[in-house]
């Protein structure tokens, strides 16, 4: 069985702060893939990242960057100095790899980034 | 850019009554998904749909609920005899399938079972 944990149910920080959304897996797959899902106030699921587990390195773009380590079982999300549009409800979520069609994504259940003026 | 698109955005129903929440993928796409999220809850998995048919489905799925790709465009989730419980924000999803494994999610169908 496949499981996501979002330890923090809410964060609060002041604008340009720097914050990082924590995720922890469980599968028992040797290959999967790690997303991050935004979700802002209006409620819809915007997707902004996909990483492979065999890919370690670590990526950038823009303010957001991830780290993903395999051996702690981590996914975690930074954005750097945050702004008040990045308040949102963030979701971490897991795939496993197959060469059929059992793509489902399970999810975390998500933080809640406030981010104040 | 093309996106997913759903309808209506939101359905109010009386408790046993059938509800169609329908949704258009993105066009070249070949997998199709719908999740719930009960307020205030994680996004759950419902139902993926490939080929012209249901690939997985999880336990939330059972014999109320149905999918249908009636046409080349349209994904339709059918609960057959709606209950309270079912009142939640319902989201289909597509993905182009082969190597790429993201999903692009529509603005989802706010269900209230009164």
């Known amino acids: 069985a496949q499981k996501v944990t979002q330890a923090q149910t809410e964060i609060s920080v002041v604008e340009k702060e720097d914050v990082t959304l924590d995720c922890v897996y469980e599968?028992?797959?040797?290959?999967?893939?790690l997303f991050w899902y935004k979700q802002p106030p209006s409620g819809e699921l915007v997707f902004l990242i996909r990483r492979n587990s065999f890919d370690e390195q670590n990526e950038i773009s823009g303010r957001y960057s991830w780290n993903f380590q395999k051996s702690t079982s981590s996914f975690n999300f930074t954005i750097t100095a945050s702004q008040v549009v990045d308040s949102a409800v963030y979701f971490c979520?897991?795939?496993?790899?197959?060469?059929?069609?059992?793509?489902?994504?399970?999810f975390g259940s998500g933080t809640q980034l406030t981010v104040l003026p | 850019e093309p996106e997913v698109t759903q309808t209506p955005s939101h359905q109010v129903t009386q408790m046993g009554q059938e509800v169609i929440l329908r949704c258009v993928p993105i066009s070249n796409h070949l997998y199709f998904y719908w999740y719930r999220q009960i307020l205030g809850q994680k996004v759950e998995f419902l139902v993926s749909?490939?080929?012209?048919?249901?690939?997985?489905k999880s336990e939330i799925f059972d014999d109320q609920f149905s999918v249908e790709r009636p046409d080349g465009s349209n994904f339709t989730l059918k609960i057959r005899s709606t209950k309270l419980e079912d009142s939640a924000m319902y989201f289909c999803?597509?993905?182009?399938?082969?190597?790429?494994?993201?999903?692009?999610f529509g603005p989802g169908t706010r269900l209230t079972v009164t």
């Open positions: 999803a597509s993905g182009v399938g082969g190597s790429s494994y993201e999903q692009y």
């Open positions: 979520a897991l795939s496993r790899i197959s060469s059929g069609s059992a793509r489902q994504l399970t």
């Open positions: 599968t028992r797959d040797t290959t999967y893939y």
């Open positions: 749909f490939y080929n012209n048919e249901i690939s997985e």
